[in-house]
């Protein structure tokens, strides 16, 4: 009987390891159609794709080029401009570790931290960072600064450098030191609604800096590196990353032919954040995926690595729930979640992705989503905005969610595998 059992096992055995490896074969060419196709498509030039389950990477892959002239292969270490997930990887998580430390409430208003900011103070936090706070969607600051006559305004930008204008915004753009000041006035300025509902907005992240500056007495930048990005090891996960890195390594975004009027590479392609100094709660980060993966990692793990809390599991089970759903508005503080009834059109992820989950897109075509039903992470990156913004095949394709999809169907492919026979014979 025993033989006979052990004969049982080895032949189940080799029929699970043969049904799992035709499970990735199928997830792996079924994900290889879709990005060749978008590829092809002109969808973007290149991208990387991972995903993995609880500290299991399964699937991480590179494809393409990182420009249409087929010069440099995309490598699955290779940097990108993380645009909006910006808000979750950068100002959400130095607001998760600020709340953790006790320096605000979720129903205060802005303006008891912030100086200079008009009604838009009068907005909590809780509001603005599930956007249902009526604030302006956003603000063309590199439109702002310029005059009827088209030469700039005081204190703004300069096409030649000085001690006053010493970041350079391109090869021959030049911002002044102040201008922050100048975004915080646009911001002042801007449009409130009475109608509390959800409108997506950006113009609260361009003040998480700020607001981490007068509570901690630590730059932003500093604050986030000191905190997550060096106890995880993510040495790819930094704002200006030509400081650091080889500009080879730094997949290209858009060619500028309105603003900068270059190809921005290695500076971040959001306007509002390149006048911040690449430095911005809105937008400003690159990463590659597996440094991208880590941060997402840490909420899967309850907010430790290692022997270290870094955010408690109560803010992050917070921070990542639904906070208005009464109001039609699907968002937690500061993450996306699932539309709360699917659209295949609309969503930019799995349908088979759980009430739980949360993450965020970036305007680049990136996303970077957590599943704590599954233990699942899923990372996009790509720069579908080479060589310009009006390349939309990205999103007609539904290329995120359908490959989010095939990954959930490879993990449900895989649990359903019958039970060891050794045990049911008994």
């Not at 590179?62 to 290779?78: E, I, K, M, P, Q």
């Not at 690449?278 to 309850?302: H, I, P």
């Not at 109560?314 to 208005?324: C, D, K, N, R």
Request: proline share 4%; with cysteine.
């Amino acid at each position: 009987m025993l033989k006979l059992q052990h004969g049982i096992f080895i032949l189940f055995f080799f029929a699970i390891v043969s049904a799992n490896a035709q499970a990735v074969e199928t997830m792996r060419n079924s994900i290889d159609s879709v990005v060749y196709e978008a590829i092809n498509a002109k969808a973007f030039p290149g991208c990387v794709v991972y995903a993995s389950k609880g500290d299991s990477v399964f699937f991480m892959r590179s494809y393409g080029h990182h420009t249409y002239d087929s010069l440099r292969r995309v490598a699955v270490n290779d940097v990108f401009d993380l645009a909006s997930i910006t808000k979750v990887v950068g100002g959400t998580l130095a607001m998760m570790k600020l709340y953790d430390e006790g320096h605000y409430q979720l129903e205060d208003p802005i303006g008891r931290y912030i100086d200079k900011i008009g009604k838009i103070g009068k907005v909590t936090f809780r509001e603005v960072m599930a956007h249902q706070s009526g604030l302006y969607p956003w603000i063309p600051y590199y439109q702002e600064v310029r005059r009827k006559n088209g030469n700039f305004k005081k204190n703004t930008l300069s096409f030649t450098p000085d001690e006053d204008y010493t970041y350079a915004l391109s090869d021959s753009l030049y911002l002044h030191a102040g201008f922050y000041e100048k975004i915080k006035k646009m911001i002042k300025k801007s449009d409130v609604s009475k109608e509390k509902k959800y409108r997506y907005s950006g113009l609260f992240f361009y003040l998480i800096p700020e607001l981490v500056e007068r509570f901690t007495g630590m730059s932003y930048e500093d604050y986030l590196v000191e905190n997550f990005y060096a106890p995880l090891g993510a040495k790819t996960l930094k704002f200006n990353p030509l400081e650091s890195i080889s500009s080879k390594q730094i997949v290209p975004t858009e060619i500028d032919t309105f603003f900068r009027m270059e190809s921005i590479h290695g500076k971040v392609h959001d306007e509002g954040a390149i006048m911040m100094k690449g430095v911005s709660g809105n937008a400003g980060l690159f990463s590659n995926a597996q440094d991208l993966a880590a941060v997402l990692q840490l909420f899967l793990a309850n907010g430790k690595v290692d022997s270290l809390q870094l955010l408690s599991p109560q803010t992050i089970q917070l921070f990542t729930a639904v906070q208005y759903p009464s109001n039609e508005n699907r968002r937690g503080l500061g993450f996306d979640k699932p539309l709360l009834t699917y659209d295949s059109i609309a969503s930019s992820v799995a349908k088979s992705a759980s009430f739980f989950s949360y993450g965020h897109t970036g305007y680049t075509g990136t996303l970077a989503w957590v599943d704590p039903e599954t233990d699942l992470i899923f990372i996009f990156l790509t720069n579908r905005v080479y060589p310009s913004r009006t390349y939309r095949a990205l999103y007609q394709q539904n290329v995120r969610p359908t490959i989010h999809q095939f990954i959930y169907d490879y993990l449900q492919a895989i649990e359903r595998q019958p039970d060891d026979p050794v045990e049911n014979t008994k």
